[in-house]
Structures are given as structure tokens and as C-alpha cells.
């Protein structure tokens, strides 16, 4: 990840190697001031253990209030603001793009609104064509679930707009498409056909970050729009049980029937 | 989740009612192995893995994902569990005893 070699220990490379061999074990060496990467990474790793130490701990907790008010304590907020001034000294760079990100994580996590909304669209307004936002239409779309989906919605659509890159374009229809099938307003969710066709049409091809592409994840849900509402008769579908039995969903016309989607892993 | 089934399986067992597992944990044998494990009396469709095809079908991205049906076979219910499941199968059973 951190580039340790620097020009002048070109020259002197076999000084240089011991001293690169002493900067893996000890760290960053004294008076080599860290690049902003591996400032941004050093943050990272911090809070990674902090979040590693601090599940151990919780896990460890038996009283459920306890672990309640714990939770809610939880480290994270401390990092964002690392983070975030981090990004404000490398402003425009590589590392402030992967920082907002950070920033607009970790604000999400802790329903930080606007902390959120300003990352997001500090990282529209200067990091758009950076390849660190592709996870950003998710996380955005995610966010709708915890601030309300009519606050995310206009940052999905000033991303789509600004964006030129596909997967990033992709990825806000998905989310705009899914923020429409989840409404309760009719005109809403009247628009979600209109969104997963053009996914479909559009970005067919391409692959989501799950592995599979766009054009049969907008066919699964227009099949789920159009079959499986409350209100809609889903298409029969044949199974065969654990005893090797073949049975239909037909065969419990006349019966209240519980469809259990499960797994016991 | 599981407990909450089992009851209610048992309380309808002579009631125009049934619960159906789509199970997503492997094939048939492993699937045997876990229901004998957690004693669940109730019929599974055999789907294999999470992308099985019925799961597959119906669009399933978590799980567990609950469809209610009433007796002519319309979704009546989605993603009810424990208690509003057992509302909501009480509910459609009432209704469908007093046509």
C-alpha cells in the first residue's frame, strides 16, 4: 500500500534497505513525515482496532441495557473528524475522495444528517470522477433507510446527473429505483418500472458490486413488482421437499399459507 | 423466529393452514440434517443455496423473507414475524371461516 522508497535512497541503496527493514518494524521512522495515504490508512487502522476492541468488549457484556448503552457509545464519531480534516488538508486529492467517504460512513452509521449530506456533496462537487465513490450510490441508498428516503433522494439524483462513469450511474439508478418500489406513494412508485427498465436497458451488461449484472437484478424485481405485491396472485411454482417429494404452491389453494424464505446458517 | 413457528404449527395443525420453508442452507441431506436437529415438522422446498431458484425468482435478498397468502392464494402480508406473523395468519383464517 505505503510507498517507503523515497528518491535519495536510490542513490544509497544499500543503506536504504536497512532502513527500510527497520521502517517496517518500527513503523513510520521518526522524522519521516508520513505521505497523506499513509495518514489516511493509519486512521483506519486505528479505527479498525478500536471497532475490533470495542465488539470483544460488547460481546463480553452480558446485561442487555448495559450492552444498550455501550453500543450507543460505541467509537466512531472521534474517527470521522479525523478523517474529515484529514480530507480538508489534502483537498481535491486521492486521499480527500477516500476521506469524505470515510466521513459520509461513518456520519451515516451514526445518523450524523449533516454530516452526511455535506461529505456527499463535497464528494460530488470535487471527487465525481473518482474511482474511490463507486460504493457511494449504496451507501447513499442505504442511508435512506435511517435519515428518510426524500433526504437521500436528491443527493442520488445529483449524483446520477453529475456522473460519467458508469458503474457510479448504475448504481444511483438501482438506488432511485429502489427508493420508488419502497414508497407508499402511488406517483412514487408508479416511477419504479420506468427506473429498472432503464437499468436494464442501459446498463444491462454491466455487473453490480454483488457480481451480477444489472439487466437480471432490474428482471427480479419487475418480476417481484409485478407478481408479488400485496394484492397479487404470485405465478404458481413446482418444488421438490425434503423427501424428495414434488409439490406445488397450487396444491394449498384453499389454506392460509406462510412462505418462508429461511436458512439456518 | 423459530419457537414462534413451531407454536403456531402445532395450534393450526387442524386448521386450513400451512407454513412452507423455501430453505436456502445446502441440498437435500444437509437440509434433513437441520430439521431433524431443530425438530421443525413443517415442509421444506429444497432451494439449495441463497441462489436457488425460487429464491432467485421471487427476488430474495435477506433472509428471512416472509410471504402471507390467503386461501384463494393472494399475498395478503409481507415480512410479518413472530407475533404480527401469528396476527396476520389469525386474521386471514377468521375471515376465510366466516365466507
Known sequence: MSTLVSLPCFARWALCAAALAL???????????????QKFDAI????????????????????????????????????????KTLAVETKGTEVA????????????????????????ETLIAEHITSPHIAALPAMIGGMGWTLGDDKVEPLLQSLLAKSAHKPVQAGAI????????????????????????????????????YGKDYKSIAAGFLFELDHLQIGQIPPDFEAIDENGVKFKLSDYRGKVVVLDFWGFW | MLPHEKTLVKRLADKPFALIGINSDGPVEKVKEILAREQITWRQAVDESTDGP??????????????????????????VRDQEMEDAVMTLLAAGSKK
Open chain 1, 23 to 37: 521502517t517496517f518494524t518500527l513503523g513510520f521512522a521518526e522524522d519521516a513525515k508520513p505521505d497523506p495515504q
Open chain 1, 174 to 209: 438501482f438506488e432511485l429505483a429502489q427508493i420508488a418500489m419502497r414508497s407508499d406513494k402511488p406517483e412514487k412508485k408508479a416511477q419504479t418500472r420506468a427506473w429498472f427498465e432503464r437499468l436494464s436497458k442501459e446498463f444491462g451488461d454491466l455487473k453490480s458490486a
Open chain 1, 97 to 120: 475522495a477516500q476521506s469524505w467517504m470515510k466521513v459520509a460512513e461513518i456520519s451515516g452509521e451514526f445518523d450524523q444528517e449533516e454530516g452526511f449530506k455535506s461529505a456527499v
Open chain 1, 44 to 83: 483506519q487502522a486505528r479505527m479498525e482496532k478500536a471497532q475490533t476492541d470495542f465488539m470483544e468488549k460488547l460481546m463480553a457484556e452480558q446485561d442487555r441495557a448495559k450492552q444498550r448503552a455501550m453500543y450507543d457509545s460505541r467509537p466512531g464519531l472521534e474517527f470521522a473528524a479525523e478523517f
Open chain 2, 54 to 79: 425460487l429464491a432467485t425468482k421471487w427476488n430474495v435478498s435477506g433472509w428471512p423473507t416472509i410471504y402471507v397468502l390467503d386461501e384463494k392464494g393472494v399475498i395478503r402480508y409481507r415480512d
